[in-house]
């Protein structure tokens, strides 16, 4: 893919650019955009009276300290190194990724200042498949994700780890092809790539990516389920929808009437006068988390082509402008209510699932002819209750905390990277609970002696291939797993 100017990357192009593996260059456009700005802010350093944040001053609250003109590239150096200060788990290698590739588009906008060879350099890395090891806590989200940052820099200056052959390699172990020559950062370039939103909005792409395959996946798994607990027709008419006039519900119920379209199940004469609200209001509730992803999407697509660098250059209208556009409060805020909104997704799954074995409309208890004996499909419940209550403490927002660092001066963080690694575990747990509704609904059907729609039965029939219908009890873990990721893949 070759980043071109004022060409807008969003979240389908960068998973497409990701999944095929596509190899990134620069217009020529893009490159004569940047080298006129470095050139710019090679000549405004050689007056040097004036101060320039970070440039040619110290960092945070030594911003008042000046450098001499004959320390500013060691000035870079060390602050990449310092700020290398990220702990607990690793950040899975294709978050890494997207982070180098947003970064890799920020820098390219043409405000940073950096020369054309370090965004060469990161380009190289790229399309060489050696991403930098990065460490999930040490952000706060405000002036920066710096922590994270600083370890994705590492490399470009011969230090830290990569990701090589799957392993995590020091970058002074890799063969020699693939150890370039280390880059003297220049005045501002160590600055330039620390700051930005790039690690929290990574893990937001991320994020959306996965979130839209699991909505897809739960209106069809909720299909199979109005089918096996026998429910009505009624609650999933266009006209209900139409009166209300959300669109999020408006899809869902569509989405629903699709998948049931042709079954024998959902045509046959209602006993029960209503159904509870775990099926009854799916529409509404898968449809509040789709219209909440859409709004969290037209956020991240701006902060992907967005100028989060501080201070940011502007060579046409000469001026070096310091101010705080590596504040993440916009992702912060959206990461949170992600999370927030996916949750429900696995809180009315579970429900759904919890109603299936609870020996009603004509299935046995547990979905075993054997009950006593055999357990059935107890405890696949309690993991996914497990779940549920764990999401709803991941779901306490990381956006509304903030906590004073270097030494007051900033003094308003966003903990954008919180939420963002919290949201993560939410999206995995979303897509378990979701699994073991599938497992559920799967074993339910067994029971049923009429067949649900064609299209339906073609799934449960792909996803029975994976995970049997437990006739007798066996260890359920690995069928657990395995229901995972056929939702991951529908």
Same mark, same amino acid.
């Given at each position: 893919?070759?980043? @071109?100017?004022?060409?807008? #990357? ?11 593996? *596509?190899?990134l ?5 893009? %490159?004569? %955009? ?9 000549? *405004? ?16 609250? #030594?911003?008042?300290v000046?450098?001499?003109p ?7 150096? @060390? ?13 899975p290698?294709?978050?890494? *990724?997207?982070i ?8 390219s ?7 054309l060879?370090?965004?060469? @350099? ?8 050696? =991403? ?23 490399p ?14 020091? =970058?002074?172990? $890799?063969?020699?092809? $693939?150890?370039?020559k ?14 930005g ?5 990574? =893990? ?17 798994i ?21 009166? %209300? ?34 099926f ?10 789709k219209?909440?992803l ?5 956020v991240?697509? *701006?902060?992907?082509n ?27 805020l959206?990461l ?11 809180s009315?799954s ?27 499909l107890?405890?696949?419940q ?17 956006s ?19 939420a963002g ?16 509704? #599938? ?8 029971? %049923?002696t ?10 449960l029939?792909r996803? @029975?291939?994976?995970?049997p ?11 657990l797993?395995n229901?995972?990721e ?5």
């Amino acid at each position: 893919m070759t980043i @071109r100017e004022n060409e807008q #990357l969003s979240i389908s192009i960068i998973e497409q650019v990701i999944q095929q593996n *596509k190899p990134l260059s620069l217009s020529d456009n893009v %490159r004569a %955009r940047v080298a006129k700005c470095r050139k710019f802010l090679d000549q *405004k350093l050689e007056d040097k009276d004036q101060q320039f944040y970070g440039i040619n001053t110290g960092f945070g609250a #030594l911003c008042n300290v000046q450098i001499s003109p004959d320390q500013i590239q060691e000035l870079q150096h @060390r602050l990449v190194m310092s700020h290398a200060c990220g702990t607990g788990e690793l950040v899975p290698e294709e978050i890494v *990724k997207i982070i180098l590739l947003l970064k890799i588009k920020n820098l390219s906008l043409g405000f940073s200042g950096v020369r054309l060879e370090l965004i060469d @350099r990161l380009i190289w890395f790229y399309n060489n498949n050696l =991403y930098p090891v990065l460490f999930q806590q040490g952000s706060l989200g405000a002036s920066g994700d710096l922590a994270p940052l600083a370890h994705l820099s590492l490399p470009l200056i011969g230090l830290g780890e990569v990701w090589y052959k799957n392993k995590r390699t020091p =970058y002074n172990d $890799l063969p020699e092809k $693939l150890q370039p020559k280390a880059l003297q950062l220049q005045s501002k370039e160590g600055l330039a790539l620390l700051n930005g939103t790039q690690f929290s909005t990574a =893990y937001a792409v991320w994020s959306i990516i996965k979130a839209r395959k699991l909505m897809s996946s739960a209106n069809m798994i909720a299909s199979l389920s109005i089918d096996a607990f026998d429910c009505r027709p009624e609650p999933f008419d266009k006209r209900l929808h139409e009166v %209300r006039g959300h669109s999020g519900q408006l899809e869902t119920a569509a989405s629903i009437r699709k998948w049931l379209d042709g079954s024998v199940l959902i045509s046959q004469t209602k006993h029960a006068v209503q159904d509870p609200y775990a099926f009854r209001c799916i529409p509404q509730v898968h449809g509040a988390t789709k219209d909440t992803l859409e709004y969290c999407s037209s956020v991240v697509n *701006k902060e992907v082509n967005a100028v989060t660098d501080n201070p940011t250059i502007f060579p046409d209208s000469d001026g070096i402008l310091s101010g705080g556009n590596f504040h993440a409060q916009p992702i912060a805020l959206i990461l949170d209510f992600m999370a927030i909104a996916l949750s429900e997704l696995a809180s009315i799954s579970e429900r759904r699932t919890y109603q299936l074995i609870s020996g009603q409309r004509g299935l046995p208890a547990f979905l075993t002819a054997e009950s006593g004996l055999n357990s059935g499909l107890m405890i696949p419940q309690y993991t996914a209750a497990s779940i549920v209550s764990q999401n709803k403490q991941l779901c306490t927002p990381a956006s509304i905390d903030s906590i004073v660092s270097s030494n007051g001066q900033e003094d308003h963080v966003s903990m954008a990277a919180n939420a963002g690694t919290k949201l993560l575990k939410v999206v995995h747990n979303v897509a378990q609970v979701l699994g073991i509704e #599938l497992f559920t609904v799967s074993q339910a059907l067994f029971f %049923r002696t009429d067949p649900t729609s064609p299209q339906l039965c073609s799934e449960l029939d792909r996803f @029975r291939s994976i995970v049997p219908v437990v006739i007798k009890d066996r260890v359920l873990h690995t069928d657990l797993i395995n229901a995972k990721e056929f939702v991951w893949d529908l």
